[in-house]
T-cell receptor
């Protein structure tokens, strides 16, 4: 059974701070997705990484896939209240389903 | 562009009553379709997925069932709801070999 562990589970910071959240597994994934979910809404896909060591940037968000394709990180620079939400990582293995982590709840206060 | 619809948005049902949640996708054909349940704003529990009409895979044994009567329609049902069925139900679709999934707006179900 493949598992994805996300840390921290909860993060509360002030506007303007930087942060990093992590997604780790003992299994190799062929792809890794990050989603953000706001309260009462469905998750929204942010990015997909597929190559070991790959780095992708989306404005103030930087995503990295580990060299061995077992882990990933999401770094947010100068966090804003609009970044508040549940961040979920999900790993794909070429099958029809994804393995989801339990998420990191981020609260950014003004 | 593709869109995914779920209804109803919210539902309050008594214990023992039946359930029917519907999900439809527009703008694509032969998608993979998924039903998830999410408790307390945390991780997603995969309930059912379908790779084609009439093909349903169940991930968690329980009193829920799913059907796919048309290519872009996915229905989640129950004959008798339990208190433990309360939660946020999400439908998703995928057509990518990399597995990216696109979620609907969700249905908040409260069983009283």
């Amino acid at each position: 059974t493949q598992l994805l562990e996300q840390s921290p589970q909860f993060l509360s910071i002030q506007e303007g701070e930087n942060l990093t959240v992590y997604c780790n597994s003992s299994s190799v994934f062929s792809s890794l997705q990050w989603y953000r979910q706001e309260p009462g809404e469905g998750p929204v896909l942010l990015v997909t990484v597929v190559t070991g060591g790959e780095v992708k940037k989306l404005k103030r968000l930087t995503f990295q896939f580990g060299d061995a394709r077992k882990d990933s990180s999401l770094h947010i620079t100068a966090a804003q209240p609009g970044d508040t939400g549940l961040y979920l990582c999900a790993g794909g293995s070429g099958y029809s389903t994804l393995t989801f982590g339990k998420g990191t709840m981020l609260l950014v206060s003004p | 562009s593709q869109t995914i619809h779920q209804w109803p948005a919210t539902l309050v049902q008594p214990v023992g009553s039946p359930l029917s949640l519907e999900c439809t996708v527009e703008g694509t054909s032969n998608p993979n379709l998924y039903w998830y349940r999410q408790a307390a704003g945390r991780g997603l529990q995969l309930l059912f997925y379908s790779v084609g009409i009439g093909q349903i895979s169940s991930e968690v044994p329980q009193n829920l069932s799913a059907s796919r009567p048309q290519d872009r329609q996915f229905i989640l049902s129950s004959k008798k709801l339990l208190l433990s069925d309360s939660g946020f139900y999400l439908c998703a679709w995928s057509r990518s070999s990399r597995g990216e999934q696109y979620f609907g707006p969700g249905t908040r179900l409260t069983v009283t």
